[in-house]
């Protein structure tokens, strides 16, 4: 089998495409032949060896990667629920960037047919992490107003329209003008595109008494704004801090990371409490134990998918050889959509 192989954080260059011995199946695994690979924007802060989960759970050497699509190959010892051949979807905690992977059984999920494999690669990260966001944690209701910032992107575009199922009034930001249609065709009812206007003057235009829900993963460039711009009973919800890091040339800042992790605001309990605002915020990386709430999840995203109510964002495709320059785009900020990998 081949995989991608970090030795040591740093730039595109620790991507290392190698040749190992195949993986068997332990007791209660299924080994799949990898058909397509979902990029996240979480492999890069991996491979810079910022991500928290990584260093916790392997260290380097890593091979980075949390979703797959393909065939099942072999069943392991127990697993007597799938066939082999059957098309599947299956998430990982890293391991995911290669041409073969063995996973537990709850981690695999049948393909629905409306998905392509490259489609199924690239879904379940996003709509996990948007289904968990909005449902498990914002509880978002009917009528709610909801503000997603980078909306054209992987869990961005997850949240427009798991947001729209909810019944929400969805604004989506973007940061560049090429990703309006997008948003726009993924059912949110306004688009800000912040490249051209005030985004918050914009936005409380739009909510003048604010947002019942605000879902963010820049950090320190909108946080303290975020907050600011909940209506009473508004839930923000940080799920990441892609704004501290570059987005050109790999490399993070080291000063300007430090610079950037002192100024995050740190919200006071006496305001949360007097302004009626909750803070929610959550790593599913750090989740995999509760395996029965990922499966409830994706039961229900999957149904949706069924129905066509949910569809698959853009995806553009690279082969695994060339997945640093997939990093790269990822990190230019500028994709609409997913990124896949096909080994
Ligand atoms: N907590 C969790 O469990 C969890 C799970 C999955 C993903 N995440 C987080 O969710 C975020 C989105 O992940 P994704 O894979 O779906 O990526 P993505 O949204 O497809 O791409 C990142 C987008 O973020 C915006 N951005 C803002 N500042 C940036 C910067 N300095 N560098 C690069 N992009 C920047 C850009 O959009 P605009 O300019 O249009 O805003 C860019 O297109 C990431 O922060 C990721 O770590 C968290």
Redesign the pocket.
């Known amino acids: 089998m081949k995989k991608v192989v970090i030795h040591r954080p740093g730039g595109y260059e620790q991507l290392c495409l190698e040749q190992h011995v195949d993986p068997s199946p332990r007791p209660g695994e299924v080994l799949i032949d990898v058909e397509a690979i979902g990029?996240?924007?979480?492999d890069c802060?991996t491979r810079m060896g910022l991500y928290a989960s990584a260093k916790q759970y392997v260290g380097f050497p890593i091979t980075p990667g949390?979703e797959v699509a393909g065939k099942v190959a072999v069943l392991g010892e127990g697993v007597t629920d799938l066939t082999i051949g059957a098309e599947v979807i299956a998430v990982t905690r890293f391991g995911g960037y290669a041409s073969q992977l063995a996973v537990g059984r709850s981690q695999v999920f049948v393909k629905p047919e409306r998905l392509s494999m490259v489609q199924a690669a690239g879904f379940a990260?996003?709509f996990?992490?948007a289904w968990?966001a909005l449902f498990e944690l914002a509880h978002a209701r009917a009528g709610e107003r909801i503000l997603v910032?980078?909306?054209?992107?992987?869990?961005?575009?997850?949240l427009v329209q798991l947001g729209k199922i909810a019944g929400c009034k969805v604004v989506g930001?973007?940061?560049?003008s090429h990703?309006i249609d997008s948003v726009g065709a993924l059912g949110a009812d306004a688009v800000v595109d912040?490249?051209r206007h005030d985004l918050w003057h914009t936005a409380e235009q739009m909510a003048p008494e604010g947002f019942d829900v605000i879902l963010d993963?820049?950090?320190v460039?909108t946080l303290n704004q975020s907050y600011r711009h909940l209506a009473p009973v508004g839930r923000l919800v940080v799920?990441?801090?892609?704004?501290?890091?570059?987005?050109k040339g790999g490399r993070p800042n080291r000063l300007r990371l430090l610079w950037d992790y002192y100024r995050t605001p740190r919200f006071s309990p006496f305001s949360l409490t007097t302004r009626n605002r909750s803070l929610l915020?959550?790593?599913?990386?750090f989740?995999f134990h509760q395996s029965n709430r990922m499966q409830a999840g994706m039961t229900q995203l999957l149904r949706w998918v069924e129905e066509g109510r949910i569809q698959a964002p853009p995806t553009r495709t690279y082969p695994l050889a060339q997945v640093a320059e997939a990093h790269r785009d990822?990190?230019?900020?500028?994709?609409?959509?997913?990124?896949v990998a096909t080994p």
């Open positions: 990029i996240n924007y979480a802060v949390f990260t996003v996990l992490t968990f910032h980078s909306a054209a992107g992987g869990v961005g575009s997850a930001v973007v940061g560049a990703k912040k490249s993963a820049n950090g460039t799920y990441g801090f892609h704004g501290m890091l570059p987005r915020g959550f790593n599913l990386s989740l990822l990190e230019s900020g500028q994709t609409v959509g997913k990124l």
